[in-house]
Antibody
Framework: QLRLQESGPGLVKPSEALSLTCTVS??????????WGWIRQPPGKGLEWIGT????????YNPSLKSRVTISVDTSKNQFSRLRLSSVTAADTAVYYC??????????????WGQGTLVTVSS | EIVLTQSPGTLSLSPGERATLSCRAS???????LAWYQQKPGQAPRLLIY???SRATGIPDRFSGSGSGTEFILTISRLEPEDFAVYYC?????????FGPGTKVDIK
């Protein structure tokens, strides 16, 4: 059973960078049909797509966040993705999810999700 | 950017009733690119429908998707107690994903 687990600091100061890691277990991140995404959800609000990465390293970012977002992949440790969001403000406070997209099984949708991790931006 | 609008914002129904949720796009969306998710409090979203009509693995057949172009529908034929949750539609286009604001289905 595929499992995704987000990890990282739960509290980040304004103007600093947020860094999260998603670890994949129970499956390989290097399948040709897999993309890996980050999605966030401010408390009490809806879902916002942050970006997606292919195991080869190709990235796709939300245009509204593109200037501040970097997503990378480390296939050697099966840590599919590190999310870095720079210059954070209180508006970046959210639960951050990592998720899998399988273009063969359920194209253009996210079929496996991590449990999410709450990141609060506050001094 | 394609904007998704969901209606109603809240749907109050009783178990056993039929739920019809709407997702409207600001411009035409390929049916292949439209998905629906269910989210319960404190949980991650769960994929229900992809490609507008196809149920994800393990999803009961009381959930069905329909529609095309700019109007898509998620139907729950008979509400079970575990179906009371928030439902989001999501689309893909121009290498980007966007989600609708969600419809909350609560117990009447």
């Amino acid at each position: 059973q595929l499992r995704l687990q987000e990890s990282g600091p739960g509290l980040v100061k304004p103007s600093e960078a947020l860094s999260l890691t998603c670890t994949v277990s129970g499956g390989s991140i290097s399948s040709a049909t897999y993309y890996w995404g980050w999605i966030r959800q401010p408390p009490g609000k809806g879902l916002e797509w942050i970006g997606t990465i292919y195991y080869s390293g190709s990235t796709y970012y939300n245009p509204s966040l593109k200037s501040r977002v970097t997503i990378s992949v480390d296939t050697s440790k099966n840590q599919f993705s590190r999310l870095r969001l720079s210059s954070v403000t209180a508006a970046d406070t959210a639960v951050y999810y990592c998720a899998r997209l399988d273009q063969q099984l359920a194209p253009f949708s996210f079929d496996y999700w991590g449990q999410g991790t709450l990141v609060t931006v506050s001094s | 950017e394609i904007v998704l609008t969901q209606s109603p914002g809240t749907l109050s129904l009783s178990p056993g009733e039929r739920a019809t949720l709407s997702c409207r796009a600001s411009q035409s969306v390929s049916s292949s690119y439209l998905a629906w998710y269910q989210q319960k409090p404190g949980q991650a979203p769960r994929l229900l429908i992809y490609g507008a009509y196809s149920r994800a693995t393990g999803i009961p057949d009381r959930f069905s998707g329909s529609g095309s172009g700019t109007e898509f529908i998620l139907t729950i034929s008979r509400l079970e107690p575990e179906d009371f949750a928030v439902y989001y539609c999501q689309q893909y286009g121009s290498s980007s994903f966007t989600f609708g604001p969600g419809t909350k289905v609560d117990i009447k």
